[in-house]
């Protein structure tokens, strides 16, 4: 089983940036189609952004497109979210995600398709 550690996040003001990482373990990683989620005060997750296995396709919550980027290092075992011109609705706890092949688009923005998941790490954009 996957083993998903999340690193990077901290406290900006808003326009800020900051890059995510999560590292993996115990797994060939490139058969991981990888995941971006985010828990705001509160017990809903939201899906932020996700990759296939290659990295030639990402898929992005509108809330965020234009502004983030997702993006995987398939020789690291790393995936990251480089986040910019943030802004205090993106504050929450970031929850890096591990899933099989996804074969269907829509799937990819559903949680229930990522298996593994990774403890967290707080994002928190001040105003």
């Known amino acids: 089983q996957a083993q998903l550690v999340e690193s990077g996040g901290g406290l900006v003001q808003a326009g800020g940036s900051l890059r995510l990482s999560c590292s993996t373990s115990?797994?060939?990683?490139?058969?991981?189609?990888m995941g971006w989620f985010r828990q705001a005060p509160g017990p809903e997750r939201k899906f932020v952004a996700a990759?296939?296995?290659?990295?030639?396709?990402?898929f992005y919550a509108d809330s965020v497109k234009g502004r983030f980027t997702i993006s995987r290092d398939n020789l690291k075992d790393t995936v990251y979210l480089e986040m910019n011109n943030l802004k205090p609705d993106d504050t929450g706890l970031y929850y890096c995600?591990?899933?099989?092949?996804?074969?269907?688009?829509?799937?990819?923005?559903?949680?229930?398709?990522?298996?593994?998941w990774g403890q967290g790490t707080q994002v928190t954009v001040s105003s």
């Open positions: 990759i296939n296995l290659s990295g030639r396709r990402t």
């Open positions: 995600a591990a899933g099989g092949a996804i074969s269907s688009d829509e799937n990819y923005y559903k949680e229930d398709y990522f298996r593994n």
């Open positions: 115990g797994t060939t990683f490139s058969t991981y189609s």
